[in-house]
């Protein structure tokens, strides 16, 4: 739930923060193979075989938009730890 009463510098420090912890766990290439490898289990796993092409299109959507996150998200951290 988001805390309407920060102000937006308390935000944007918050933010910082749990993106700088983020990344201090892998990198965003690391953080992209991960989600690759998991996304590859998903489609190839025997549960799997009983989704709908809608199924596996959300699965793909999830994945290529989770993917674009990591990526936005190492252009912010750049920014703001330089």
Do not use: C
Request: no cysteine.
């Amino acid at each position: 739930m988001r805390n309407q009463n920060l102000t937006p510098t308390v935000a944007n420090a918050a933010t910082a923060n749990i993106i700088a912890d983020f990344f201090s766990l892998q990198d965003a290439e690391t953080f992209n193979s991960m989600l690759w490898q998991m996304y590859l289990s998903a489609v190839s796993s025997p549960l799997a075989d009983g989704w709908d092409a809608g199924e596996r299109a959300e699965m793909a959507f999830l994945y290529k938009h989770l993917s674009e996150m990591v990526a936005s998200l190492e252009n912010i951290h750049h920014n703001t730890v330089s």
